[in-house]
């Protein structure tokens, strides 16, 4: 089954967690895997802490000094930057459900990653 | 099912748009999820932009500008970057597939990302 | 079928080859593919090369180069580096599998990344 989620970003670089919107429609799945898929080329799917906000602001912050927005880029976007933090953050997540539950960590949060916003962006689960 | 394609790359670093080549294989494929693996340890695989064939030469060069072919490397074949860009890419990317088509965004394509060519090399898609 | 794994790291970072402990369990899979995943938000799975113990080497310390420990981070744990590596090379990994045996390449290995140990960590596989 595939379901197509709609989000709003309010920032440039914004990570924001999804785990609750796909925790929802999981009850009924016994045992598989999920796959969340970004079909953006400046966003993208990534799981990491989200018990501490400087969890992610120190993620987005070190991406941004590694990979500026201006540095000597030709694509005329301007925003060759997102397009390689998508690449290396990646288009999609997979997790194991298991009895109805996402098998995820105790500290572990399913992020949608924003890189050239703000915008209305979607994403997809397949389960 | 598993198929595996063969492909010439032509450069030390270089994307190959393969979306074509896998969308082929697809019409029959109803609902599902695929798998697009690199058995290489220097190449990977991504999605990414390809309407503007600067976005793939902008992210290859910034790369190369955050990890260097010379470096002070210990491995004795001189590829130890191409290693690292392998592993921050992933070895492979999952599509989910609707009516037999990729659902994939507007602007995304599915890139062979070679990291020490030129080289034969191939690549696996499993449906 | 979901499994369980757990492994000791013995140092802050640290690639530990996984391969041979999933391969064990894959005798009776006819065709299908593999998730091995990792439950927590500072360790990460990754393929890549095993045959010259200089590649991890490499990897992990131009990743220390431009990630290090200590770089004016806000979260107060003090590992925020380690997040960010989680991120960037991702908490799974998918292989495919034919006649029981897992498709990796002649040089690829699977790796557990330990980027805040040592500890004693665990990771999924789902078949």
Redesign the interface.
Known sequence: M?RQFTLQTSKRNEFIDITARIQALLEEVS?G?I?V?????TTAV????NA?P??P???L???EE??PQR?N?????GN?DA??K???????????V?DGKL???T??SIFFCEFDGPRTRKF?L?F
Do not use: C
Request: net charge negative.
């Open positions: 595939i045992e895997v796959t898929f970004s079909p953006h080329t990534t799981i990491n802490e501490d400087d969890v602001r120190d993620i912050k070190k991406l590694l990979i540095d880029f030709s694509h005329m976007e060759s397009h390689i998508a690449s290396l953050f990646g288009s999609s997540v997979r997790v194991i298991k098998l995820l960590g500290w572990q997809y397949q």
